[in-house]
Nanobody, 124 residues
Framework: QVQLVESGGGLVQAGGSLKLSCAAS????????MGWFRQAPGKEREFVSA????????YYGDSVKGRSTISRDNAKNTVYLQMNSLKPDDTAVYYC?????????????????WGKGTLVTVSS
């Protein structure tokens, strides 16, 4: 079983930056893909980004493309999401996800492991 704990959320002004982290425990996830989703109040969950086990394949949702960078450190069992030029529309709970490959994460269905989320609030 894998436990995922997100951190790094908070309140930031529009135009600012945040770096989210997701630390995995319980087993090594170095052979798993990892990713991020977000859910804003009253909206459906949205794919944000995914990274393959070795970092060779990276994907971004249209809403964050060009403003965010995903990375991972397998030695630390951790995935990161650097978010820049934040907008009020980025306000959401951000969830970490782990599954066997990036295609499964991007599909967003039956994800093997989810974190409990970290809240990002962007003020205008």
């Amino acid at each position: 079983q894998v436990q995922l704990v997100e951190s790094g959320g908070g309140l930031v002004q529009a135009g600012g930056s945040l770096k989210l982290s997701c630390a995995a425990s319980g087993r090594t996830i170095s052979t798993y893909a990892m990713g991020w989703f977000r859910q804003a109040p009253g909206k459906e969950r949205e794919f944000v980004s995914a990274i393959s086990w070795n970092g060779a394949n990276i994907y971004y949702g249209d809403s964050v493309k060009g403003r965010s960078t995903i990375s991972r450190d397998n030695a630390k069992n951790t995935v990161y999401l650097q978010m820049n030029s934040l907008k009020p529309d980025d306000t959401a709970v951000y969830y970490c996800a782990v599954d066997i490959n990036t295609a499964k994460i991007r599909a967003g269905n039956d994800i093997q492991y989810w974190g409990k989320g970290t809240l990002v609030t962007v003020s205008s």
